[in-house]
């Protein structure tokens, strides 16, 4: 009986210890460039509220400079989640297949979860298409961006002969400009004559459409759209994942994908600011739908 007793207790404490081994002491979410830090802290500061309370642990938030900040955050270990583009996504992926997993995607208000590159100009510089772009200086935001880089770099050239995306062949230069919120400045500016941002291409185009960084700009007063003409539109591209490493205990990835899943519903304010603007929520999502865009950077860029 003592035995029995003894072993019990000793299994008792081992799934203890396990348990503790296990545990968290903070959860540490990452913000991709978009706009600036500040901004992005600020939408986001709702959803680390709750998650504090959900997790019971200190949660931190981080919008570093550029992507690749949050990429190397998640590879690295020093963050926990992020809502990723498709093409941020297949760069984590790349380098290390085993060290996020995506498990929700944004929906937009039709229920679709796909979303755009979206090519513009300033209405008044005369630019109403790619074909006026010749010579021109044309932006890209960052190069681990989806709708920012990655899939105009590979659409473009096909729209048109002779379109490359090197300065000096068919525009005049082309610039990195640091991020979505960066090229809509330039080109709202003149800095830059016209760039690509990234909009689920719903609602109406003086709002920004419903959600997306042209919503973003307008929300925060940085851009009056009828300033602003569309120039180019990707084809459909899949939303990019809300993704958690794979490594963090199972209640915790639990706890944070119900979370964010009911996050529309328990609070349609946060979700907004979360969802870059107007979406039906989120929804569960698998590594199978980023199979495409997996394949084409693999093509353009490499790991």
């Known amino acids: 009986m003592k035995k029995t007793l003894a072993v019990a207790l000793a299994t008792t404490v081992l799934s203890t210890a396990a348990f503790a081994e296990d545990a968290i002491t ?46 190397q955050g998640l590879l690295g270990g020093t963050i926990d989640m992020a809502w990723l583009g498709a093409s941020a996504y297949a760069a984590t992926y790349l380098q290390d297949p085993e060290a996020v997993e995506p498990v929700l995607v944004k929906v937009n208000i039709d229920g679709s979860i796909g979303y755009h590159s979206i090519g513009f100009a300033r209405k008044d510089a005369g630019i109403d298409s790619l074909d006026a772009m010749q010579g021109k200086v044309f932006g890209f935001g960052d190069p681990n961006s989806t709708s920012g880089y990655l899939i105009p770099s590979i659409e473009i050239p096909q729209y048109k002969d002779g379109i490359t995306m090197e300065s000096g062949e068919y525009f005049g230069e082309v610039k990195f400009t640091g991020g979505h919120e960066q090229t809509i400045v330039a080109v709202n500016n003149g800095d830059i004559d016209g760039g690509v941002t990234w909009a689920d291409g719903q609602g109406e185009w003086e709002d920004g459409y419903n959600s997306g960084a042209l919503r973003k700009a307008v929300d925060a007063g940085l851009i009056d759209m009828n300033d602003l003409v569309q120039i180019w539109k990707s084809n459909v591209i899949p939303e990019g994942p809300v993704v958690l490493r794979k490594n963090l205990p199972a209640d915790v990835k639990a706890k944070m994908t119900a979370l964010v899943d009911g996050l529309h519903e328990r609070d349609a304010d946060c979700a907004y600011g979360v969802a870059a603007g107007e979406t039906l929520g989120f929804q569960p999502v698998a590594h199978d739908t980023y199979h495409s865009v997996i394949e084409a950077r693999k093509a353009k860029i490499g790991g």
């Not at 540490?28 to 986001?44: K, T, V």
């Open 26 to 71: 903070e959860f540490r979410i990452g913000i991709l460039g978009g706009e600036n830090a500040q901004d992005r802290m600020n939408s986001y500061s709702c959803l680390q509220d709750y998650a504090a309370e959900e997790l019971g642990v200190e949660t931190k938030l981080f919008a570093p400079a550029d992507y690749n900040g949050v990429i």
